[in-house]
């Protein structure tokens, strides 16, 4: 598939808002799936930090 301009490379032959509005929703979907573990292993180290503190000062 060869596109003029491009325009027309963005319109996708009047299908663009589908293809970019799934291209996007895909990249989003991938950020979460990197984000979550990250924050989720984060707020973990956090509140085993916070339950060390905890121990160490009974």
């Known amino acids: 598939m060869s596109f003029a301009s491009f325009g027309d490379f963005l319109a996708m032959g009047h299908h663009g808002l589908y293809v970019w509005s799934a291209y996007g929703l ?6 979460v ?4 573990p990250l924050v989720a292993r984060r707020r973990y180290l ?13």
């Open 33 to 36: 799936n990197v984000a979550a």
């Open 26 to 31: 895909c990249l989003l979907v991938l950020a």
């Open 46 to 58: 956090q509140q085993e930090a916070r339950r060390l503190r905890r121990e160490k000062g009974n």
